[in-house]
């Protein structure tokens, strides 16, 4: 009797994911984007294949980073192209999102931003 695997091991870090929302000002001028976090996942990088990078290319976009992540509930009816995801401080923008048949693993197809900001506000407010 052969023991199958359960789950695999997600032990690469963790990935902070989130929405940007606009800060403005009394006159509603736009003053900057704040990262408003939603959740974090474990994660585990995954290898790009050719065609991967061919289907970035398609959408205008340059592949960063590959990952896979457990699928929360939260992100189950939720517009996956609008999030944000930091890994180890720096911020990526999410090209496409794909599941696996069991709808148990996410696939992240990531674009770096560049460093992750922390919100200036939050800093002066420690003075």
């Not at 902070?16 to 800060?23: M, R, V």
């Not at 061919?54 to 189950?76: D, G």
């Amino acid at each position: 009797m052969v023991n199958k695997k359960i789950r695999d091991v997600l032990n690469d870090g963790y990935i902070q994911y989130g929405t940007k929302e606009t800060g403005r000002s009394a006159k509603r001028k736009r003053i900057g984007e704040k990262f408003v976090p939603i959740g974090r996942l474990a994660y585990q990088e995954m290898s790009c294949r050719d065609e991967d990078y061919e289907t970035a290319k398609v959408l205008s976009a340059v592949l960063s980073l590959k990952i896979r992540t457990l699928c929360p509930p939260q992100l189950r009816k939720f517009d996956k192209s609008k999030l944000k995801v930091i890994v180890e401080g720096i911020e990526y923008d999410v090209i496409k999102v794909d599941s696996d048949r069991e709808k148990m693993y996410l696939y992240f197809y990531l674009q770096e931003v560049g460093a992750h900001e922390q919100n200036e506000n939050q800093d002066a407010g420690t003075d």
